[in-house]
């Protein structure tokens, strides 16, 4: 049948059991399970005109499939998650692979055996690897801070390449950090990897949607109970009332249309322009997408280049390697990071994580926790650096909770 998309204005408030903020993963996995397993009316507010957060894709003008907040490609151990998702479209395998392009040189990322020999030579690299795998084992995955607290004179000798190679300038325009400075989870997703497998993660389950994430959502959020509000957002049509006038005193309720809301709030948008940013705006790195649609079959050699050396972008992207899409033209995006200031005109993309961060982040969440109908739940309500798998399986959990009620 499609979408039910309403008009807020057209809302019967008392109609609706579950609210939900945001149709990303979080939102529109929690809004299905509601729908589906506890038969609740589901209302979902999303201020975009479209649905899927950021994984949402459509086709540009050459008539290529393209992502519009940043490439995603999705792999996981998580079964369930993975099952989850199957529900609602096929999948086409697809294991992303990445380049570093060092001075006109692809190197393989994250940096492994061949990587190794391409930077140090096959005899070098054949007795620095040893040594690498008499250390760590074979098949290892290495932090590059692991790498660096190393003494021995070789293993500092790679310690030192990949970290000035890989890791120092693209992590300077990415985070406006150095590696030193951002948080060692954030770095430890790329770990060096003493193999010949040249993907970008190993996961058990790894794929693409076949005809893209937006008809993946579409289909989650066709149900009779759920309606979507687009181009709505919750702060104009949310009333909160605190506790006290105290500048921290927590959330007492959630008023729509006068009359607070009684059943689940689950909110997946940032958790400090809920709160119109009163302990100042939390942190975060934007991005700006630029593409270029060229009159070739390819334009890179896999889906994407990272440029660790040179270049003011980090990466490029070519969309038809993620989705196997064939054509005599292709798309390619070029990924600028720059630090989020203006709500108005950019999305906060990736939190900074931090301590000084974190204990910032936790004075907003403490506005909620004596609100045990509100959720805050996704990457951005959590403050937190989730992947797409990590989303489903929290919001999975919530469902589970939330049905139980
Ligand atoms: P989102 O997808 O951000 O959804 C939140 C939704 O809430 C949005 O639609 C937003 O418009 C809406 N919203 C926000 N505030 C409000 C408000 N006040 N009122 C109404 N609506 C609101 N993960 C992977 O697993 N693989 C990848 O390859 C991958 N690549 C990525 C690349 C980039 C550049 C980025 C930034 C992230 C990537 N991720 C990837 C992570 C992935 O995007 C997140 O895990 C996922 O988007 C989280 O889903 P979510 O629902 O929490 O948030
Ligand atoms: N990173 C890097 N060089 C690379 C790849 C990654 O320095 O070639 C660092 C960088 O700090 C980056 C982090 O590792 O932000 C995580 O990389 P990932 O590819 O997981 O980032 P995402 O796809 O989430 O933007």
């Given at each position: 049948?499609?979408?039910?998309y309403?008009?807020?204005?057209?809302?019967?408030?008392?109609?609706?059991?579950?609210?939900?903020?945001?149709s990303?993963?979080?939102?529109?996995?929690?809004?299905r399970?509601?729908a589906?397993?506890?038969?609740?009316?589901v209302l979902?507010?999303?201020k975009?005109?479209?649905?899927?957060?950021?994984?949402?894709?459509?086709?540009?003008?050459?008539?290529?499939?393209?992502?519009r907040?940043?490439?995603?490609?999705?792999?996981?151990?998580?079964?369930?998650?993975?099952?989850?998702v199957r529900?609602f479209?096929?999948?086409?395998?697809y294991?992303?692979?990445v380049?570093?392009?060092?001075?006109?040189?692809?190197?393989?990322?994250?940096?492994?055996?061949?990587?190794?020999?391409?930077?140090?030579?096959?005899?070098?690299?054949?007795?620095?690897?040893?040594?690498?795998?008499?250390?760590?084992?074979?098949?290892?995955?290495?932090?590059i801070?692991?790498?660096?607290?190393?003494?021995?004179?070789e293993?500092?000798?790679?310690a030192d390449?990949?970290y000035r190679?890989?890791?120092?300038?693209?992590?300077?325009?990415?985070?406006?950090?150095?590696p030193?400075?951002?948080?060692?989870s954030?770095t430890?997703r790329?770990p060096?990897f003493?193999?010949?497998?040249?993907?970008?993660?190993q996961?058990?389950?790894q794929?693409?949607?076949?005809?893209?994430?937006?008809?993946?959502?579409e289909?989650m959020?066709?149900?009779?109970n759920?309606?979507?509000?687009?181009?709505?957002e919750a702060?104009?049509?949310?009333?909160?009332?605190?506790e006290?006038?105290?500048?921290?005193a927590?959330?007492a309720?959630?008023?729509?249309?006068?009359?607070?809301?009684?059943?689940p709030?689950?909110?997946?948008?940032?958790?400090?322009?809920?709160?119109?940013?009163?302990?100042?705006?939390?942190?975060?790195?934007?991005?700006?997408?630029?593409?270029?649609t060229?009159?070739?079959?390819?334009?890179?050699?896999?889906?994407t280049?990272?440029?660790?050396v040179?270049?003011d972008?980090?990466?490029?992207?070519?969309f038809?390697?993620?989705?196997?899409?064939?054509?005599?033209?292709t798309?390619?995006?070029?990924e600028y990071?720059?630090?989020?200031?203006?709500?108005?005109?950019?999305?906060?993309?990736?939190a900074?994580?931090?301590?000084?961060?974190?204990?910032?982040?936790?004075r907003y969440?403490?506005?909620?926790?004596?609100?045990?109908?509100?959720?805050?739940?996704?990457?951005?309500?959590?403050?937190?650096?989730?992947?797409?798998?990590?989303?489903?399986?929290?919001?999975?959990?919530?469902?589970?909770?939330l049905?139980?009620?």
């Amino acid at each position: 049948m499609g979408v039910r998309y309403v008009d807020f204005k057209d809302v019967e408030i008392a109609q609706v059991d579950a609210l939900v903020v945001g149709s990303g993963f979080a939102g529109s996995v929690v809004a299905r399970e509601l729908a589906e397993r506890a038969d609740k009316r589901v209302l979902v507010i999303e201020k975009r005109a479209h649905v899927g957060g950021n994984m949402y894709d459509e086709t540009d003008e050459a008539g290529i499939l393209v992502h519009r907040y940043g490439p995603h490609i999705f792999h996981t151990n998580d079964k369930r998650a993975f099952d989850y998702v199957r529900r609602f479209t096929e999948w086409r395998d697809y294991s992303h692979k990445v380049l570093a392009d060092w001075y006109g040189t692809y190197l393989p990322v994250p940096f492994n055996k061949t990587s190794m020999e391409i930077a140090f030579g096959d005899e070098r690299a054949a007795c620095l690897t040893e040594k690498l795998v008499q250390t760590f084992g074979d098949e290892r995955k290495v932090t590059i801070n692991e790498l660096r607290a190393q003494e021995d004179p070789e293993l500092t000798e790679v310690a030192d390449f990949v970290y000035r190679n890989v890791f120092l300038y693209y992590t300077q325009k990415q985070w406006g950090l150095t590696p030193e400075e951002v948080d060692p989870s954030v770095t430890a997703r790329v770990p060096v990897f003493l193999s010949r497998d040249d993907r970008y993660f190993q996961d058990a389950y790894q794929g693409m949607p076949a005809e893209g994430y937006t008809p993946l959502f579409e289909r989650m959020l066709d149900h009779e109970n759920i309606s979507v509000c687009l181009n709505t957002e919750a702060e104009s049509v949310f009333d909160l009332e605190f506790e006290s006038d105290d500048e921290d005193a927590p959330l007492a309720e959630i008023c729509l249309n006068d009359t607070a809301f009684e059943g689940p709030i689950v909110y997946t948008g940032p958790l400090d322009e809920l709160f119109l940013s009163r302990f100042g705006r939390l942190p975060y790195r934007s991005l700006d997408f630029v593409y270029e649609t060229h009159d070739v079959d390819y334009k890179l050699p896999c889906g994407t280049v990272n440029f660790t050396v040179t270049e003011d972008y980090t990466r490029i992207t070519e969309f038809k390697h993620l989705t196997g899409q064939t054509s005599a033209k292709t798309t390619i995006m070029k990924e600028y990071s720059h630090p989020y200031e203006d709500p108005k005109r950019q999305t906060p993309y990736y939190a900074i994580l931090s301590e000084q961060n974190n204990a910032h982040y936790e004075r907003y969440r403490a506005l909620t926790s004596s609100l045990p109908n509100f959720h805050p739940l996704g990457r951005l309500a959590e403050y937190r650096y989730y992947n797409m798998d990590v989303i489903i399986g929290r919001a999975l959990a919530l469902a589970d909770q939330l049905v139980e009620d």
